[in-house]
Every structure is written in structure tokens, then in C-alpha cells.
């Protein structure tokens, strides 16, 4: 039996207006809403395809940020069989070397065959988690993944080119596998079905009493970018920007 | 530690990406600072000619089977081997499929910190873009070797390319159990619409909100002879097949217009836009990074704009 298991984490919502804080070297987390990482949310997805085709079972892991609770119901509302959180205060910040070290120690009493995590986040600056993971439980990494299948000892994987091409890859297990995008779009479930959920399911809970960050970084400062040219902007109601864009087209020979 | 910077050359079926010509730009910048050497390092098998137009100082080629085409295991084997010899101040590679299979294994394995989405070189500093392109972070190069992942963006390609080969010295390369090797590769899907040769993409990301909406843009698309494509969440969710995608996996566009209806131009979709002549940009988020490479813009909700907008082309035309 396959056991699978993904990993989740929480990242800004990018549609939000996104500040600085008072050190200048990090995001204001104050009033940041944080959403799920999209392609861990991919990964989830990935993952109950995965045992839907081939049995096996699913835990999903993810350290406690706001909202997480909601998102670990929601992979158990899709399918998942286990929901694990590592919890400490992880708001007061957390690389991804001292994330992929908390991990670590939880993933290898689950030892799992397969780890799917997402091939990145928005918010990533000490690189990403899938290949810390790999390499500190000795396996193997392969990212921007798009397709997987199980066959034997192995899964086979369609791993992402520029231009549309793609490199069909197999991979001996144990595996990670950085998830670009599931087969199939990650599945709805209704807010009703998740408050079901809620009364079965349990979150187990996984201390993490120290982080190890080593081979983080030192930000020096964040800025918002600075355009060396920015778009002229037009200006007025709906229809007089209609009107000015249709202008422009004719002035470049497009109409 | 010496204070050379070295750049993993990333090619696919025998043409050099883009990528790798930027990386040796951004590399003489931190060279000239350190002190050191820009040095190029292609792995391959009967590859050594790849190396010809490459603007480095000095170029290490291993060659094995095993290397001719880029798989995880048998890169981070061979970089292991090379980097824990010869301990070079940086070393970068692409925040690409290739190089973001292999950096974050071997920071861990040789203890490296790693700098993701480098974007630009200042004064030895590392400029990343993360966040979808709304902020940026400044590292100083730690005094360690360091791993730097690099976007596109920052540099022109040109940058990196010399019309000197330059000089080549053979590496050694040995593998063994290898656990990652490549079938085939796949050819991408040809779409009903080549949109590298359309003069006028109208583009759509997540800001469409559904699939139906796509008609809106249809419409104006087929008004101005053109075609739709999008940016990824769009072909995630399966509403348009990934032969419109505008981007890192996808396709690189070079339309006389691209008119961005509700894209906030994240590095992985501008990435595929650089060679348009006219960026027009509709967004309701005034700070979208897709304002910053677009001639005009305007911050307005696209479906309180489409209606008017459709209705002047067709006045207009």
C-alpha cells in the first residue's frame, strides 16, 4: 500500500495590499489575510488523485498558521486520512531550512513512499521546501511536476519544459516530487461537507520545541519595486478609457 | 573558498536557454566585486560545443552518457563532486526546472545558504523578486559559498553571450545508482491557435474569475484578428488547453499588442512577454507588477470596462 504524504503551508495572499514592517527586512504579517500556498494546494490535490487510481492512504502535514485548521479539514473533506500540525509559533517567522528541519523528524515516523509538496511558494527566499526535504531524508527530488503514476517501485512523472514541452521522468522510491500542477484542477467541496468533516476528523498535533534555521539568510531590507518606467496611466470612467484605448490601437496600426 | 563565480550552463535538447546567458551576466557583476573568475560549468554528453558563445572566463565540461540531457540525480551527483573541490564563493543557477531540481539538494548536502529569485546584482548585493513580483529583498553575499537561484528579467541575454569561446577544461564526472532517468520527451500539444505568431493577444489570468467569461474576451479577440492566451491559473483550472499559456512552462509571445485583462504579472508569466512591442495592462490592483513593463495602463475592474471597450472597436472599426 502506497502511503502518501503532503506537505502544506500558508502564504500571502497576493491580491491583498502587501507592507513592509517596522524592521524593513520583513513582510507586515499584522494584518496580511494568509491563504493556502496554491500549489500545495495542487500537491493535496495531486495526492488524492493518486489514491483514488491506486489505494494507498494520505496525510497531510502542515505547520499552525491562521486558517491552517480550515485547510487540513478541507484535504480531509477530499479524501485525506490524516491531518497532522506542527505547532509552535511560527509567526514570529520560520525559513524554510528550519521548516524543512521541523518536518523532518514527524515525516520519518510516517514513512511514507511518496511526499508531494509544492514545487514553490510565493513567499520563498531560502529556497524551497521539496528538495530540503529530499535531501535531509535521503531521497530523491524531482520538481515542476504536472503528471504522476505509480508503477511498482517507481512513479513515472511529466515534468514541465519551456514551451509547452514536457520530460516524462521515472523516479525510484522513496520519493519527493515538487507538484507544478495536479492532473485535474483542485476538487470544490462544499463548506457543509467540511463542517462534517470537522466533527470526525482529528488534527494530531506534533510539537516543535526548537528551530533550526542554519543556512537561512540575513534580508538587509524589502522594498516594493521601483519601476525605472511605469505604464502610462489613463485615467477617467470605463468609457473614456475605452476610448483612449481604442486611440492608442489606432495610432499603433492595430484598428 | 576562492572568489570565483561559477554558473550551471542549462541547456535543453542541445540549445542553450536564455537562462544561463542571464546568469553569466549577473555573474560578472558579483565577479567584479569578489575579485574572482566567472566560471561556466556544462555537464553534458558530446556537448563541449555548447560552450562556444558563452561569456565566461573559463568553462569546466563533464562529460558523461548520463549527462546528455539534465536529470536531478545525475546533476547534483556530478555538481557534489565538483563543488566540494573546488569551493567557489557563488554559485548560480536558473530558478528553472533544471536548476530548481537541483540547488536546494545540494545547499543541504554541502551546507550552503541559497538566495532564491535573484533578479539583479547591485554593489555585490543580491536583488530577489519574490511575492509575485511585489517585493523585492537585498541579501548581502554570505561570506560562505552560497547558492543563488536567478529569474529572468534582470539582464538581456546578449549580456552573456561572447563571440570569444572560451577556454574549456575537462572535469571528471563519476556516477553511480542513479535513481532518476528521463523516458522521452513529450512534444508539446499543437493547439487550434499558434499564438507565437499572432499580432494581437488578448490575455487573461485569474482575473476572468470563470470560464464563461472567456467569451468576453473572445469577442474581442476575434474584433481585432486576434487570439486569446492566458496566464497559468487559467489553464489550471482547465479553462483553456496549455497550448495558450503565456510563460515559464508555456509560450514565449511576441505580438504587436498584448492587452492584459486582470494579470498581475507574476516573474513566471512576464517571463513570456519580453518580446511584445505594446504591453497594455486592465487591473483593478494599482500595484500589479504587470504596470511596471506595460506602456498604458489602466486601474479599472475589466468587466465594468469589456462592455465599452468592445463596443468602441466595433464603432472604430
Same mark, same amino acid.
Given at each position: ?78 479524501? $485525506? ?52 526535504? $529530499? ?107 475605452? $476610448? ?12 | ?210 470560464e464563461d467569461n472567456i467569451e468576453l474576451a473572445d469577442e ?31 509560450q514565449s509571445v511576441k505580438p504587436k499588442l498584448y492587452l ?58
Amino acid at each position: 500500500m502506497t502511503h502518501i504524504l503532503v506537505t502544506a503551508k500558508m502564504v500571502p495572499d497576493l491580491v491583498e495590499e502587501l507592507e513592509i514592517d517596522d524592521s524593513g527586512t520583513a513582510l507586515d504579517m499584522t494584518w496580511l489575510r494568509l491563504i493556502i500556498n496554491e500549489f500545495d494546494d495542487h500537491s493535496i490535490e495531486q495526492a488524492i488523485l493518486l489514491k483514488e487510481k491506486h489505494g494507498g492512504d494520505v496525510t497531510v502535514i502542515a505547520p499552525d498558521f491562521e486558517g491552517i485548521d480550515d485547510v487540513l479539514f478541507t484535504a480531509a473533506a477530499k479524501g $485525506a486520512d490524516r491531518l497532522i500540525k506542527l505547532t509552535r509559533d511560527f509567526e514570529e517567522g520560520v525559513n524554510n531550512h528550519a521548516l524543512a528541519r521541523a518536518y523532518v523528524e514527524t515525516i520519518k515516523l510516517q514513512n511514507p513512499d511518496l511526499i508531494l509538496t509544492g514545487v514553490q511558494a510565493n513567499n520563498d527566499l531560502d529556497g524551497s521546501i521539496g528538495p530540503y526535504l $529530499a535531501e535531509l531524508l535521503g531521497m530523491s527530488y524531482v520538481g515542476y511536476i504536472s503528471g504522476v503514476s505509480l508503477e511498482g517501485d517507481k512513479v513515472v512523472v511529466q515534468k514541465e519544459y519551456p514551451g509547452g514541452l514536457i520530460g516524462e521522468m521515472e523516479v525510484a522510491l522513496p520519493a519527493v516530487l515538487g507538484i507544478q500542477a495536479s492532473e485535474e484542477p483542485p476538487r470544490y467541496v462544499a463548506v457543509s461537507k467540511v463542517r462534517q468533516v470537522m466533527k470526525t476528523a482529528t488534527i494530531e498535533e506534533q510539537e516543535i520545541p526548537d528551530l533550526d534555521p542554519r543556512g537561512g539568510l540575513d534580508v538587509n531590507s524589502m522594498y516594493l519595486p521601483e519601476a525605472a518606467e511605469k505604464a502610462e496611466m489613463l485615467e477617467g470612467d470605463e468609457e473614456e478609457i475605452a $476610448a483612449k484605448l481604442v486611440e492608442i490601437l489606432k495610432d499603433s496600426g492595430i484598428l | 573558498m576562492n572568489q570565483d563565480i561559477y554558473v550551471i550552463i542549462e541547456y535543453i535538447r542541445g540549445q542553450v536557454s536564455d537562462i544561463s546567458y542571464v546568469m553569466l551576466a549577473a555573474a560578472r557583476d558579483l565577479a567584479e566585486v569578489t575579485g574572482g573568475k566567472v566560471v561556466g560549468v556544462l555537464l553534458g554528453h558530446n556537448s563541449q560545443d555548447l560552450a562556444n558563445n558563452l561569456a565566461a572566463d573559463q568553462v569546466l565540461y563533464g562529460d558523461h552518457p548520463a549527462l546528455a540531457e539534465f536529470t536531478s540525480d545525475a546533476y547534483k551527483q556530478a555538481l557534489k563532486g565538483l563543488l566540494t573541490d573546488h569551493q567557489p564563493r557563488a554559485v548560480m543557477l536558473g530558478s528553472t526546472t533544471i536548476g530548481g531540481d537541483v540547488a536546494g539538494m545540494l545547499a543541504i548536502s554541502l551546507g550552503y545558504p541559497e538566495i532564491s529569485s535573484g533578479f539583479t546584482i547591485s554593489d555585490g548585493k543580491v536583488i530577489s523578486k519574490i511575492c509575485g513580483g511585489k517585493i523585492m529583498a537585498e541579501t548581502d553575499l554570505p561570506e560562505t559559498s552560497t547558492f543563488i537561484t536567478m529569474i529572468p528579467g534582470g539582464y538581456k541575454p546578449e549580456q552573456g553571450q561572447s563571440n570569444q569561446p572560451p577556454p574549456i577544461t575537462p572535469i571528471s564526472v563519476t556516477l553511480d545508482d542513479l535513481k532518476v532517468s528521463l523516458r522521452q520527451f513529450i512534444e508539446p500539444e499543437v493547439g487550434d491557435v499558434d499564438i507565437t505568431n499572432q499580432d494581437v493577444l488578448i490575455a487573461i489570468g485569474r482575473g476572468i474569475q470563470s470560464e464563461d467569461n472567456i467569451e468576453l474576451a473572445d469577442e474581442l479577440a476575434d474584433l481585432l484578428n486576434g487570439a486569446v492566451c492566458s496566464s497559468r491559473p487559467v489553464v489550471d483550472q482547465g479553462w483553456l488547453p496549455i497550448s495558450r499559456m503565456v510563460g515559464k512552462s508555456g509560450q514565449s509571445v511576441k505580438p504587436k499588442l498584448y492587452l492584459a485583462l486582470g494579470i498581475s504579472g507574476a516573474p513566471e508569466h512576464i517571463e513570456g512577454v519580453s518580446d511584445a512591442e505594446m504591453i497594455i495592462a486592465i487591473n483593478i490592483d494599482p500595484n500589479a507588477p504587470i504596470f511596471d513593463i506595460a506602456k498604458y495602463g489602466a486601474v479599472v475592474d475589466l468587466f465594468d470596462l469589456i462592455d465599452y471597450l468592445i463596443e468602441a472597436v466595433e464603432d472604430a472599426s
